[in-house]
């Protein structure tokens, strides 16, 4: 393997809390990019030389060398920039369909996530800022008051229309004047992801696909019963 | 008024905790039956001596006398038992819309209800009966064995395949050997809505209907995660 990425994912396999255990001994790592050393005569679509990305679950990619059948793999342009193509399966898919397959959103609309520091919420601003959408970024406090500053600049920079720190997403939103969030998109739970749905619109969709809090979410009844929001989540 | 109800949401209301404030001085209650003592010149539809229940939100039922306007009140036939009739107006179309409206439940398949020897669950049980649908009825456990098992009898009697006690549903659902609920309605919340979430079908719905253990609902980010299951609320 030329890289493979280190998911949160791969850490919950290797500790054994992800639904899918591999048959042991395995190798770990989801993500990766290689390089094809040698072909088997069979293969047809790949040559010595090419770049490629695993596409089926539980491949193993934190390795230097491995066997694997074809079909398992998907040949990528060998100047996609390594550490590009070494996260290319999981997450930049995986912000492109939180993003379109839960609210239809329009240009003007606002959304917002937590963990917004985390690759597939870097991810996440920049498709949103390209459709048009105000992405309000969550992230938990910095050790001080400079690194605060520096990762707001830089998610601005991504896409991010307002960055608040956790525990203060409602005075974010207030000072922004910004329309609530239609769609909050949570990768945090316990108290955050709360505070995310509080701060949704009524009728609006909180999407829960991470849990690094590593406590439950707590919803009060009265914001799916008289805000009518709807809690789904995204594997 | 012949008889007006007393439900959970009237005393909410009275306690300033429900978002549908009349303005004061008021008279309280959502639902009853009364009979027509006198009507004005424009009144074609209601005669003196019919019974009619309220079709409008707050009208205020809790009165001897009251002076409404026609369109609010819908004329009932004046031999419906006077219970039936001044409880008519919100919880059975509750029942049947929790049934009707999120999940659509084939015969054999289970539903899971917390509060179960609530009026709504009460009617719950009876619709699910008449669809051919299993429902795992779910209550507080009361102040002796024997009280149990005479709410266990009256439920099973109504409609119910299963009578659990709150935090034993696990277990119930074993022992009876249905097939794991594909619904899941609950006016509870807390302890006992998070208990039914983990007791649902991979890709099941929750419906959250009522807080009355005045707790958050505690979701753990897996069961929306790996579970896939969607969480909605309803009024």
């Known amino acids: 393997m030329l890289a493979a990425a280190v998911n949160p994912s791969d850490i919950n396999t290797i500790e054994g809390k992800y639904p899918l255990a591999?048959?042991?001994?395995?190798v770990a790592g989801f993500e990766g990019v290689g390089v094809v050393e040698a072909v088997g005569a069979g293969v047809s679509r790949q040559r010595v030389g090419d770049h490629v990305v695993?596409?089926?679950?539980?491949?193993?990619?934190?390795c230097t060398l491995g066997r694997f059948q074809e079909r398992s793999w998907y040949r990528v342009p060998a100047d996609l920039p390594t550490a590009a193509a070494g996260a290319l399966v999981i997450n930049p898919p995986t912000a492109l369909r939180l993003l379109e397959?839960?609210?239809p959103l329009r240009p003007g609309?606002?959304?917002?996530?937590?963990?917004?520091?985390?690759?597939?919420?870097?991810?996440?601003?920049?498709l949103a800022r390209w459709r048009g959408v105000?992405?309000?970024?969550?992230?938990?406090?910095?050790?001080?008051?400079?690194?605060?500053?520096?990762?707001?600049?830089?998610?601005?920079a991504l896409g991010a229309?307002?960055?608040?720190?956790?525990?203060?997403?409602?005075?974010?939103?207030a000072e922004a004047g910004l329309p609530p969030p239609v769609l909050g998109l949570d990768c945090v739970a316990g108290e955050a992801g709360g505070e995310l749905a509080r701060a949704l619109?009524?009728?609006?969709?909180?999407?829960?696909?991470?849990?690094?809090?590593?406590?439950?979410?707590?919803?009060?009844?009265?914001?799916?019963?008289?805000?009518?929001l709807t809690v789904r989540g995204f594997w």
Chains 1, 2 share one sequence.
Not at 22 to 26: N, R
Not at 161 to 173: F, H, M, Y
Request: positive net charge.
């Open 22 to 26: 591999p048959a042991t001994p395995a």
């Open 54 to 62: 695993p596409i089926e679950h539980g491949q193993g990619t934190w």
């Open 101 to 103: 397959e839960f609210v």
């Open 109 to 126: 609309d606002s959304i917002a996530l937590t963990g917004a520091s985390s690759a597939v919420g870097r991810y996440l601003l920049q």
């Open 134 to 156: 105000n992405a309000v970024a969550v992230v938990r406090a910095r050790r001080d008051a400079a690194a605060d500053a520096a990762l707001a600049a830089e998610l601005k």
């Open 161 to 173: 229309a307002v960055v608040s720190r956790e525990g203060a997403l409602r005075e974010a939103l």
């Open 201 to 228: 619109a009524p009728g609006g969709t909180l999407v829960v696909y991470g849990g690094m809090a590593q406590a439950s979410l707590k919803l009060p009844p009265s914001l799916l019963i008289f805000k009518n």
